[in-house]
């Protein structure tokens, strides 16, 4: 039930269509269903008129309602088929943009615990499999109920007696196939074991081959594949024994129906007990049409099983834990003050990687935050850019904490420049200007030039307007360039800097230090330092051992302290100091 009540939410906006496809198909059932009775109304008289005259006038009129209703249930059909696929396209944009939608609401820690592969074929594959079942099904499943139905009636309106016949054979029919069907099945399954078993063992064999000769093995191995072999011919050839034995007989079963309405009929007939020629052509008909819908309903249900498979995966994401709600009010006159006020934080309930941390950073200031790997530095940006909440404790960023202010806002003003470069497919400028669009030109070729991007803009032709391909191969660092200009035009009030430990050459790391180092100035910049020597200009070094700050203080004074900062400094530079 909750299943119906979920996919109804997405059906409704197009009820009118749905309920309009559903009419065409139940009166296009009907137009099929009137069909035998026709034939056989046109079978009893020529039957009456063979030893006399046949009433031609009323044959053609029978004629012609016939294929009246033959050309009207094709064209209900049609628009049936029509509305649903018009339906189903607009299912699958909706629900696709919902999850669109939903992606970017999603707290980080539920995607934390997703595969981005599995992500992405809830949102594609599982989306289209859900709404083609929905769509092809629904009116197969309606049109068939009232064919069935439709068919059940005008057999009891027409003989109650010949009626009792058809159920009856083509249930025995049914038995009987669902007997046999159950009695091979084993074989089949037998028989593609005994092939992935041979196919396991060649490779073995095979691959091993060396092996096998060098140890003399071949004729053990001859004799292993002759068992094998002669197993498979064996449930092979009991396999193919039952399917050509099955197909006469699932053929007789299914004529059975057809063998008892002639002989019932006939009796009847002879009897005298109202039945006609007529009446047995028209049942001959309906027999088809009694069959077929069950066969047809059963498939479709079938079919729909994989949807409520993949429905289940879809409203699981659709349902998934979001990021809090809260309404954007627009921070303006950001000053940058940042304050960690005892946070404590864990990604999976029970541990905790952040015990109780505070800090107070003062605007402007560059911090550095240091500490062997898996020390939690990136935890701590993350907690700053909020992608996960404390457990407890507050962060605030001027005086103001962060958990009140809206993601929008908070992002508004913060920066980040990641390790992972990211660009996207568009020009140099659009990969730069990103999220601030309004910039003016003035300001994006002092970006160019204060990040050194200037000189690789002009050599291209088309300038900054280059759509970045990878035919272009941009260098590392110069990918690195250009997510520090899309970090410096956004002029964030606080930035954070994941510093690239990829290895470039010393004259592009130093361009990158300069434009990192213009970018810092005069902001608050959280640092994560891989290197050491860059950092050496920080007004203070965070430095962290197992989610706690050991260590603060500027580069003097903590090589003086001798502690935990010096050793990793000098671990590092070592050999260079010296
Ligand atoms: P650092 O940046 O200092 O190398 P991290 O902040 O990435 O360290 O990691 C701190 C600890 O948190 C590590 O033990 C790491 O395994 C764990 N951790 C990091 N990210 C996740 C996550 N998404 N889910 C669970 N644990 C995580």
Redesign the pocket.
Known sequence: MRKFKQVAGFIAPYKGIVIIALICAVLGSLMNVLIPRQIGQMADIITAGINTTIDLGAIKKIAIISVLLVVIGFILNYLMGFWLSGFSQSLLRDMRMKLSDKLDRLS??YI?GMSTGDILSRTTNDVTVFSKAYSTNLGTIASNLVLFTGCVVMMLVTSPILTLVVIASTIAGSIVSGLLAKVSRPYFKTSSSQLGRINAYIDEVLSGHLIVRAFNCEAEARKEFEKLNGELAVSDWKSQFFSSFMHPVMTFTGNLAYVAVCIVGAYLMMQGKGITIGTIAAFILYVKQFSSPIASLAQSVSNLQPAFAVQERIFELLEADEIRNIDSIGLTDVKGEVVFDNVRFG??PG?T?IHGFSAKVEPGMKVAIV????????????LLMKFYEPDSGYIMLDGRPIEEISDEDLHSVMGMVLQETWVFDGTIRDNIVYSTPDVSDERFNEVLKETGLDNLVETYPDGADTEISEKMELSAGQVQLITIARAMIKDPAVLILDEATSSVDTRTEMIIQGAIDKLTAGRTSFV?AHRLSTIRNADIIFV?KD?DIVETGNHNELLQKGGLYSELYYSQFADKES
């Open positions: 980080i820690s934390d990604y999976l541990q990687i500490g062997p790997t898996g020390a939690g530095k990136s935890t701590l940006v993350n994560i962290m989610g």
